[in-house]
């Protein structure tokens, strides 16, 4: 069974950290356990987004290359307490 994305974003063109952060700030705005998919050429971005989601309790669902644009399946985690509180 496949989830459908909540959201979809073509950040084709932006280099790094733009992608991380666009989707980090995507995330923010959605519900744990919903979709993002994200387009992506920046080749940074193979590293960063697994990386990015291990740290912030998300999930990376999928990761797969398609005629030179980097497509990513991340699915939104718990929210975390601040370490600053």
Same mark, same amino acid.
């Given at each position: 069974?496949?989830?459908? @994305?909540?959201?979809?974003?073509? +950040?084709?063109?932006?280099?790094? @950290?733009? #992608? %991380? +952060? *666009?989707?980090?700030?995507?995330?923010?705005? +959605? #519900? &744990?356990?919903?979709? %993002? &998919?994200?387009?992506?050429? =920046?080749?940074?971005?193979?590293?960063?987004?697994?990386?990015?989601?291990?740290?912030?309790?998300?999930? +990376?669902?999928?990761? *797969? &290359? %398609?005629?030179?644009?980097?497509?990513?399946? %991340?699915? *939104?985690? #718990? =929210? *975390? @307490?601040? @370490? &600053?509180?």
């Amino acid at each position: 069974m496949t989830t459908a @994305p909540a959201l979809s974003l073509d +950040l084709r063109g932006l280099l790094c @950290p733009l #992608p %991380v +952060l *666009r989707l980090a700030k995507a995330l923010r705005g +959605l #519900p &744990e356990g919903a979709v %993002v &998919e994200m387009q992506a050429t =920046d080749r940074a971005s193979w590293i960063d987004v697994p990386h990015f989601c291990a740290q912030s309790g998300h999930s +990376l669902v999928a990761a *797969r &290359e %398609v005629a030179g644009v980097l497509i990513y399946t %991340v699915a *939104r985690g #718990p =929210d *975390r @307490p601040d @370490p &600053e509180s």
